[in-house]
């Protein structure tokens, strides 16, 4: 070997080995959301290790520890240095249930994956009903980065909100013990309009950066949502009350007491339709399209996020 080149060898396999140990948990996040959206099915086979590393530009062992995690998760089965993994076939009902059929649990933990793994299928299609659109702008991050990434790849994304107007008094956020009710209601459209224009120009840049059909439409409701309300793909909904609460809050400088709903602790109520779903999911996520789309074609109207 010349040693002018053993330096420069030595540094690449360093890097290498850096990159590898930095990314597994990447690729396992991106094969787990194919399997979870449907884009790998079970029993199917993935591609070889080989073909792995290629596309997501790491070496194999990066690839088998991704593996090796999702087969921890009872996501792959047959993983080995030999022949490629395929994807576990589900259990029996009952017993450990998988993907949208889990147990409620609080809405940042239940929607980030539901709403990653949706952003799997070529057509994206998201509804909202909710007070503001902080928890969904939070779930859209990790799927955005996998776009960059080149992991996902979708061709077309609709979203749709609908949000408080402006012009209603609100029924939460609501002031307690005198509190100033001007400066809850400024405050409350302050982070509509900037969370709601944040979702909009992250998703619109997709355009610009990877070509994708991007529409994303908001619509003003008159009155204050008691529940919150996500529609995914047309297959999901996933549901939550609003419980409000007593607290204290610091608003420009001015300590307030309030009654207000915590929306990113509130519990997400799973329902899915489609194969193995049973009547009551499904007839659930129709009657939840019939609502939303009933709202979004009377009685609400153009929202502009202006102050």
Same mark, same amino acid.
């Given at each position: 070997?010349? /040693? ?45 290790? !080989?073909? %792995?590393?290629?596309?997501? &530009? ?19 089965? #047959?993983?080995?240095?030999?022949? /490629? ?13 998988? &993907? ?10 239940? %929607? ?9 299928? /070529?057509?994206? @299609? ?9 928890? +969904?702008?939070? !779930?859209? &991050? ?27 008094? =609100? !029924? ?15 405050? *409350? =459209?302050?982070?509509? #309009?900037?969370?709601?224009?944040? =979702?909009? #120009?992250? +998703? ?13 439409? $908001?619509?003003? %409701?008159? $009155? ?9 793909? &047309?297959? @999901? ?12 809050? @610091?608003?420009?400088?001015?300590? =307030? ?33 019939? *609502? $939303?789309?009933? +709202? *979004? ?7 502009? +996020?202006?102050?």
């Amino acid at each position: 070997m010349d /040693p002018e080149h053993a330096p420069v060898e030595g540094q690449q396999r360093s890097q290498r080995s850096q990159r590898s140990r930095a990314s597994h948990r990447e690729v396992a996040d991106a094969l787990r959301t194919r399997i979870r959206s449907g884009a790998l099915r079970p029993g199917q086979r993935l591609p070889t290790q !080989a073909r %792995l590393a290629d596309e997501f &530009g790491v070496e194999r062992g990066a690839v088998r520890e991704a593996l090796r995690i999702l087969q921890s998760e009872h996501l792959l089965a #047959n993983v080995s240095k030999g022949s /490629p993994a395929t994807v576990a076939v589900p259990p029996l009902p009952g017993r450990f249930p998988a &993907g949208p059929a889990a147990a409620p649990q609080p809405t940042m933990v239940g %929607l980030a994956p539901r709403v990653a793994a949706a952003f799997a299928a /070529p057509h994206v @299609e998201i509804d909202a009903l909710c007070l503001t659109s902080v928890s +969904l702008t939070l !779930a859209i &991050g990790e799927p955005l980065r996998q776009i960059h990434a080149g992991w996902l790849k979708p061709a077309k994304i609709d979203v749709r909100l609908l949000l408080p107007s402006r012009d209603i008094d =609100l !029924a939460f956020p609501a002031p307690a013990d005198g509190a100033d009710g001007a400066l809850l209601h400024r405050r *409350w =459209l302050a982070q509509r #309009n900037a969370q709601g224009q944040v =979702l909009r #120009n992250n +998703l619109l840049a997709l355009r610009t950066t990877h070509g994708i059909d991007v529409h994303v439409s $908001f619509r003003a %409701l008159p $009155f204050t949502p008691p529940v919150k309300l996500y529609l995914i793909n &047309g297959a @999901e909904a996933l549901f939550a009350f609003y419980t409000l609460t007593r607290r204290e809050r @610091e608003i420009e400088q001015e300590h =307030l007491q309030l009654y207000d709903a915590e929306g990113t602790r509130s519990m997400l109520f799973p329902f899915q339709q489609g194969a193995g779903a049973g009547l009551r999911d499904t007839t659930f996520v129709e009657q939840s399209h019939l *609502w $939303f789309n009933a +709202l *979004w074609e009377t009685i609400s109207s153009d929202l502009v +996020l202006t102050p």
